[in-house]
């Protein structure tokens, strides 16, 4: 059975720092293509960062230069990096895995709340 947890989330102030974990099973988790998104108030679900079976990264436009994802095959743990943070990254964020990604397993969110 697949499951994917996040932590980490919390409330933080403007320019202030988080890293976000996501504890992965039931999947080979070395060969995965991982991802984290998020879901704002009143937004869409957007994809924030990824990482390929290569440990190739891409982010989204509005994080680039200021998160980070990292991927440990050693501890099944997937991770997001989080500084400067911007009263806009407030939301939900999910960690999503599959081979291929297209995102086929989901985590239950956890939640970032950033306040001036």
């Known amino acids: 059975q697949v499951q994917l947890v996040e932590s980490g989330g919390g409330s933080v102030q403007t320019g202030g720092s988080l890293r976000l974990s996501c504890a992965a099973s039931?999947?080979?988790?070395?060969?995965?293509?991982m991802g984290w998104f998020r879901q704002g108030p009143g937004k869409e679900r957007e994809g924030v960062a990824s990482?390929?079976?290569?440990?190739?990264?891409k982010y989204g436009d509005s994080v680039k230069g200021r998160f980070a994802i990292a991927k440990d095959n050693a501890k099944n743990t997937l991770y997001l990096q989080m500084n400067s943070l911007k009263a806009e990254d407030t939301g939900m964020y999910y960690c999503?895995?599959?081979?291929?990604?297209?995102?086929?397993?989901w985590g239950q969110g956890t939640q970032v709340t950033v306040s001036s």
């Open positions: 999503a895995a599959d081979q291929f990604c297209t995102w086929q397993y």
């Open positions: 039931g999947f080979t988790f070395r060969g995965a293509c």
């Open positions: 990482i390929d079976f290569y440990g190739s990264p």
